[in-house]
């Protein structure tokens, strides 16, 4: 666990997307339904209004306080809220104080202005609290436990991780790097904005195999192929992420892009029963120090088959088998 040298609170923000509006470039307003943000998966798709070129997105957001924010004795003075956005890949931070919405209430509300131009992608929203402790202003006395994803591009609100899928032939392809895989089926690359699985076409057969569909057993060979693919790629974006992480005095912070995204989905279960701060923490001293790396690779490999769904296309494909085989039997 972190340790402050001042006193926090010990439970976080609760921070929601309320109302989602875009700023066309004829100056008029469009406000976007409901479905275009999501409370369950804490992502906004700004894609779903179908307009190709908008020049801002407000975004309405309200952060409930936990109890004990305005205690008499809090050590704290000069309490605030405030809604911070920010892009890893423009490198863009946007911070906007909130208000209260009573005098004497724990909601918190205002808007924050997301220009388009300032962002690639997806953005990172989070709230932060802070005050005067000790006399030293601008101390963050608790946070939001989990960030709101802003896509500019998606018409569907949802957080999880978004590949890019690309067919090649590896023997020759243009990506010279490729060729050294020729003897392998996919490869995971993580250098790119969005990590990448290259899928060899020079394995005979394997892309048909890949595309089928219907209740024969090739489509639940295919969904096993799939769903081992899915493996590998949580792995490897796990430990990309890790290997990508920032330093704020001495410990870990989360990237904001699709590093932070991965990182957040798979901790809960690769160290579980810890706030995924504390997680991270512990992972990256593992990590970087003399012992406990080896053994976390376990618990790894575990998150990253969970997010996969290889148990359930696994027994579909043995459901598959027996049927065949008790077929094959009459």
């Given at each position: 666990?972190?340790?402050?040298?001042?006193?926090?609170?010990?439970?976080?923000?609760s921070?929601?997307?309320?109302?989602?509006?875009?700023?066309?470039t004829?100056?008029?307003?469009?406000?976007?339904?409901?479905?275009?943000f999501?409370?369950?998966?804490?992502?906004?798709?700004?894609?779903?209004?179908?307009?190709?070129?908008?020049?801002?997105?407000?975004?309405?957001?309200?952060?409930?306080?936990?109890?004990?924010a305005?205690?008499?004795?809090?050590?704290?003075?000069?309490?605030?809220?405030?809604a911070?956005?920010?892009?890893?890949?423009?490198?863009?931070?946007?911070?906007?104080e909130l208000?209260?919405?009573?005098?004497?209430?724990?909601?918190?509300?205002?808007?924050?202005?997301m220009?388009?131009?300032?962002?690639?992608?997806?953005?990172?929203?989070?709230?932060?609290?802070?005050?005067?402790?000790?006399?030293?202003?601008?101390?963050?006395?608790t946070?939001s436990?989990?960030?709101?994803?802003?896509?500019?591009?998606?018409?569907?609100p949802?957080?999880e991780?978004r590949?890019?899928?690309?067919?090649?032939?590896?023997?020759?392809?243009?990506?010279?790097?490729?060729?050294?895989y020729?003897?392998?089926?996919?490869?995971v690359d993580?250098?790119?904005?969005?990590?990448t699985v290259?899928?060899?076409?020079?394995?005979?057969?394997?892309?048909?195999?890949?595309?089928?569909?219907?209740?024969?057993?090739?489509?639940?060979?295919?969904?096993?192929?799939?769903?081992?693919?899915?493996?590998d790629?949580w792995?490897?974006?796990?430990?990309?992420?890790?290997?990508?992480?920032?330093?704020?005095?001495?410990?870990?912070v989360?990237?904001?892009?699709?590093?932070?995204?991965?990182l957040?989905?798979?901790?809960?279960?690769?160290?579980?029963?810890?706030?995924?701060?504390?997680?991270?923490?512990?992972v990256?001293?593992?990590?970087?120090?003399?012992s406990?790396?080896a053994?976390?690779?376990?618990?790894?490999?575990?998150?990253?088959?969970?997010?996969?769904?290889?148990?359930?296309?696994?027994?579909h494909?043995?459901?598959?088998?027996?049927?065949?085989n008790?077929?094959?039997?009459?």
């Amino acid at each position: 666990m972190k340790v402050y040298p001042y006193t926090r609170l010990n439970r976080p923000i609760s921070l929601r997307v309320t109302a989602v509006s875009l700023k066309l470039t004829d100056g008029t307003r469009d406000p976007l339904e409901a479905s275009a943000f999501s409370t369950a998966q804490r992502a906004v798709a700004l894609g779903t209004a179908g307009h190709d070129s908008w020049v801002s997105a407000g975004l309405r957001v309200s952060a409930t306080m936990p109890p004990g924010a305005d205690a008499e004795d809090a050590p704290w003075s000069e309490l605030r809220v405030l809604a911070v956005l920010t892009d890893g890949e423009t490198n863009v931070r946007t911070c906007v104080e909130l208000t209260r919405d009573t005098e004497d209430g724990r909601d918190w509300s205002g808007t924050v202005d997301m220009l388009r131009d300032d962002h690639a992608g997806r953005a990172s929203l989070s709230a932060f609290a802070v005050g005067t402790v000790d006399e030293m202003p601008g101390r963050v006395i608790t946070e939001s436990s989990a960030n709101w994803i802003v896509d500019t591009l998606s018409d569907d609100p949802v957080s999880e991780l978004r590949l890019s899928v690309q067919k090649a032939p590896f023997r020759t392809s243009a990506r010279e790097w490729l060729r050294a895989y020729a003897d392998v089926p996919w490869i995971v690359d993580t250098s790119a904005r969005l990590p990448t699985v290259f899928v060899n076409t020079d394995v005979d057969g394997f892309l048909g195999l890949l595309d089928s569909v219907g209740s024969g057993v090739e489509s639940k060979v295919s969904d096993l192929l799939i769903s081992q693919m899915a493996t590998d790629v949580w792995s490897a974006v796990f430990h990309s992420a890790l290997g990508d992480l920032e330093l704020d005095g001495g410990d870990p912070v989360f990237p904001t892009d699709w590093k932070g995204e991965v990182l957040r989905e798979m901790l809960p279960d690769v160290i579980p029963g810890l706030h995924v701060e504390d997680a991270l923490r512990q992972v990256h001293r593992r990590r970087t120090g003399d012992s406990g790396w080896a053994e976390l690779q376990t618990r790894i490999h575990y998150a990253a088959v969970r997010r996969s769904d290889t148990t359930k296309a696994l027994s579909h494909a043995i459901r598959r088998l027996e049927q065949m085989n008790r077929e094959s039997a009459t």
